[in-house]
């Protein structure tokens, strides 16, 4: 059985297969001498990955930084309060000017291609691993643009959506205004509510000339 598992790739499928082996071993041998050992061996199961994983990271050292922060991203999500996070965090942590480079590179060209939730994400990346860093304050203030400008994306497309029915679409962007005062793009809502009044006034014009012309009273040149 120990060979069996030791010949076994530490890979996606390691846990529940060595942990097979070992449970069909008990069943088979249920008074068995090795119980103890088994069962801590099972436990181990979790630390071993988690030092095959570490290991692995030796690899992306060498890798360019965008694999680099991935690969380690990668270890921390896989294990959270694994052995070896302390010094993963702290591979992360001076990598931060490399992080901060890569992010102002990003920034622009998820800005341009309105892919908001990857900004904000790279964003929050940023600031969970360098709290303290000294551009910390800077990426905040980018990240508040991101939500602002996805914010008001949304706002504008869920107004294009209701199509001529302008009072909604008035209601939904005066209400934007009012919860968000310090929007960087009030001058695009407010442009576009211009429009929208521009829209009510002529719908307004063209009710009451409807009405005119279905007066049987007015004369058809009128």
Not at 35 to 64: C, H, R, T, W
Not at 101 to 112: F, G, K, S, T, V
Not at 149 to 165: I, N, P, Q, T, Y
Request: charged residues 35%; contains cysteine; aromatic residues 10%.
């Amino acid at each position: 059985m120990l060979k069996r598992i030791s010949q076994l790739p530490i890979d996606a499928d390691f846990k529940v297969v060595a942990s097979d082996l070992y449970n069909q071993f008990l069943e088979k041998y249920p008074d068995t001498k090795y119980y103890s050992e088994i069962q801590e061996k099972m436990l181990d199961i979790p630390g071993l990955i988690d030092d095959v994983d570490f290991e692995m990271l030796e690899a992306a050292a060498n890798a360019d930084f965008a694999n680099r922060i991935e690969a380690y991203l990668g270890y921390l999500m896989k294990h959270p309060n694994g052995r070896h996070k302390k010094k993963v965090e702290a591979l992360i942590k001076n990598m931060s000017d490399d992080y901060f480079a890569l992010l102002m590179r990003e920034i622009p060209r998820c800005d341009q291609k309105e892919n908001w939730d990857d900004c904000i994400a790279l964003c929050d990346n940023y600031l969970d691993f360098f709290r303290k860093d000294s551009n910390t304050a800077e990426v905040a203030e980018l990240k508040t643009v991101m939500e602002d400008k996805k914010g008001v994306a949304e706002l504008m497309a869920k107004v294009k959506s209701l199509g001529d029915r302008f009072v909604m679409s008035k209601k939904i962007l005066t209400n934007y205004l009012e919860e968000n005062p310090d929007s960087i793009q009030v001058e695009k809502i407010k442009e576009t509510l211009a429009i929208i009044q521009q829209n009510l006034a002529m719908n307004k014009e063209w009710e009451a000339l409807l009405q005119y012309s279905q007066d049987a009273r007015v004369d058809f040149d009128d």
